[in-house]
């Protein structure tokens, strides 16, 4: 009897810099960062010796391509080569069964699980992360050197790496796109008004983001930033408070320096502001390239009830007490009454949307990063469909990203299920339809007509 199939694990992850000189047996003077940390240097020394000779081994072949990915029968080697001096190896394992033939036990590995495009951006999120809370590595170790540099890498890495679930991961990672929340013109003219609001009355706020319920309203930031922090916020920070908010009664007004009630509180500063001594908590630090420099900004993040206020505040130093007092005091009052008013029409939409459809389906949009899925439980993002039709999808958008031209895929599943594939003008919309006994035909038909009624507006394909 077949055991259950195993997880895809993270076998390691280390950063080198093979410009970095150094005599026969120092070779592991180029290494940055390795993961796990309790791997003998030797052996460390030898991974990163093997991927130097892939690397330049596969640079005969296309120098302006540089090695992205190794296989083999027991593990999935990435490579990204995201600044000119360094290189991030990621290796992960292949999900196997145990099986048992003839009175002896073997694995049968199942390569197919592992998709190339899923774990290449999740690296490339990972060095992103890194990129927009600590710099590039290149300026660290230009500015501060190279130890330094090891002891930032260890201290994000090492905390990083510990959160990552590889075994979810799926086309979410290759998009990596913002869900946005549809709101009426009027709402969405009072947000923004409240923000240009905040930005006049405090001029240390440089950029601002506004979401409700993991969805994003407004954002100052440029895309590929906004899109990296969309991540961190909804997939770790903004979670992480969801427990204590339903048990959240509004503040005394004693805590406050305007002497109102309101459900407002600091997720980042300071968490009491009657202690003179709160001002000192660390907040992060965002790396927001403009240009040909780098802005660095501190992250403030302030939320009520389910909406979340984010401030990129200008400073060489963290804001005084006093300041985070006036903040409370200004957004308290009034983010708590926004987000009542956001509650009651995210309701009256929710509920006029509620029906179930006889398919789930993802949908991206590259221009604006805007991302829905119904594939996804909008909570946990959780995928709610079976793993061979979650890797369809992915495979599809691999067959994509291989052409800049209008396509259209539809594929037959084991179980019988039919996905299909569209991608137009920079839109893709995937859609898994459980209609067992139809023909191509009908199903082509079918997408039409979905097309047609819920994304007339959106997506367009001949």
């Given amino acids: 009897m077949a055991s259950q199939r195993s997880l895809i694990t993270l076998a390691n992850f280390f950063i080198y810099n093979p410009k970095i000189k150094c005599r026969e047996g120092e070779e592991h003077k180029k290494i940055m960062f390795y993961q796990?940390?309790?791997?003998?240097l030797d052996v460390q020394t030898r991974h990163v010796g093997l991927?130097?000779?892939?690397?330049?081994?596969?640079?005969?072949?296309?120098?302006?391509?540089?090695?992205?990915?190794?296989?083999?029968?027991?593990?999935?080697?990435?490579?990204?080569?995201?600044?000119?001096?360094?290189?991030?190896?990621?290796?992960?394992?292949?999900?196997?069964?145990?099986?048992v033939k003839e009175g002896k036990t073997y694995h049968e590995y199942h390569e197919d699980d592992v998709q190339d495009s899923v774990y290449l951006a999740v690296l490339k999120h990972a060095y992103q992360l890194f990129k927009l809370f600590?710099?590039?590595?290149?300026?660290?170790?230009?500015?501060?050197?190279?130890?330094?540099?090891?002891?930032?890498?260890?201290?994000?890495?090492?905390?990083?790496?510990?959160?990552?679930?590889?075994?979810?991961?799926?086309?979410?990672?290759?998009?990596?796109?913002?869900q946005f929340l549809p709101l009426d013109k009027?709402?969405?003219l009072r947000i923004q008004?409240?923000?240009?609001?905040?930005?006049?009355?405090?001029?240390?706020?440089k950029y601002t983001?506004?979401?409700?319920?993991?969805?994003?309203?407004?954002?100052?930031?440029?895309?590929?930033?906004?899109?990296?922090?969309?991540?961190?916020?909804?997939?770790?920070?903004?979670?992480?408070?969801?427990?204590?908010?339903l048990r959240e009664t509004p503040k005394s007004a004693s805590s406050h320096s305007g002497g109102s009630s309101h459900y407002g509180k600091f997720v980042v500063g300071p968490q009491n502001l009657l202690d003179p001594s709160a001002a000192a908590n660390k907040v992060p630090v965002?790396?927001?390239?403009?240009?040909?420099?780098?802005?660095?900004?501190?992250?403030?993040?302030?939320?009520?009830?389910?909406?979340?206020?984010?401030?990129?505040?200008?400073?060489?130093?963290?804001?005084?007490?006093?300041?985070?007092?006036?903040?409370d005091s200004f957004l308290g009052p009034q983010l708590s009454t926004l987000a009542s008013d956001i509650a009651d029409q995210y309701a009256t939409r929710k509920s006029s949307s509620s029906s179930s459809h006889e398919f789930k389906f993802v949908y991206f949009n590259q221009m604006n990063l805007a991302q829905k899925t119904t594939v996804h439980d909008r909570k946990t993002m959780a995928a709610n469909i079976n793993p061979e039709t979650l890797r369809l999808i992915a495979d599809i958008n691999a067959d994509f990203e291989k052409s800049d031209d209008a396509g259209e895929t539809l594929m037959r599943t084991m179980s019988d299920y039919w996905v299909v594939g569209k991608k137009s003008d920079q839109r893709e919309f995937y859609v898994v339809i459980n209609q067992r006994n139809s023909n191509l035909i009908e199903i082509n038909?079918?997408?039409?007509?979905?097309?047609?009624?819920?994304?007339?507006?959106?997506?367009?394909?001949?």
């Fill in 286 to 327: 965002l790396h927001i390239s403009k240009g040909d420099h780098v802005e660095e900004l501190f992250l403030i993040i302030y939320r009520a009830m389910s909406a979340t206020i984010c401030l990129m505040v200008e400073g060489t130093q963290l804001p005084s007490l006093e300041w985070y007092k006036n903040i």
């Fill in 209 to 245: 983001a506004f979401l409700y319920n993991n969805q994003l309203v407004w954002s100052g930031l440029e895309q590929d930033d906004m899109r990296v922090l969309y991540k961190y916020l909804t997939t770790g920070l903004i979670p992480s408070s969801l427990d204590t908010e």
């Fill in 51 to 99: 991927c130097e000779g892939v690397v330049m081994f596969t640079e005969n072949f296309n120098p302006d391509k540089p090695c992205q990915s190794m296989h083999t029968q027991k593990t999935r080697q990435l490579y990204l080569h995201p600044e000119e001096e360094f290189w991030i190896i990621m290796t992960v394992t292949i999900p196997y069964t145990e099986k």
């Fill in 445 to 462: 038909e079918e997408v039409k007509r979905l097309c047609a009624s819920h994304f007339s507006n959106i997506f367009f394909l001949d």
């Fill in 134 to 178: 600590m710099g590039t590595f290149t300026e660290i170790m230009n500015l501060h050197g190279v130890d330094q540099l090891k002891h930032r890498l260890n201290h994000f890495f090492s905390r990083y790496l510990s959160n990552l679930r590889l075994s979810s991961c799926d086309i979410l990672e290759v998009h990596n796109g913002i």
């Fill in 36 to 40: 796990p940390s309790n791997v003998p």
């Fill in 186 to 188: 009027n709402t969405y």
């Fill in 193 to 205: 008004c409240f923000i240009n609001l905040v930005e006049a009355s405090f001029s240390q706020i």
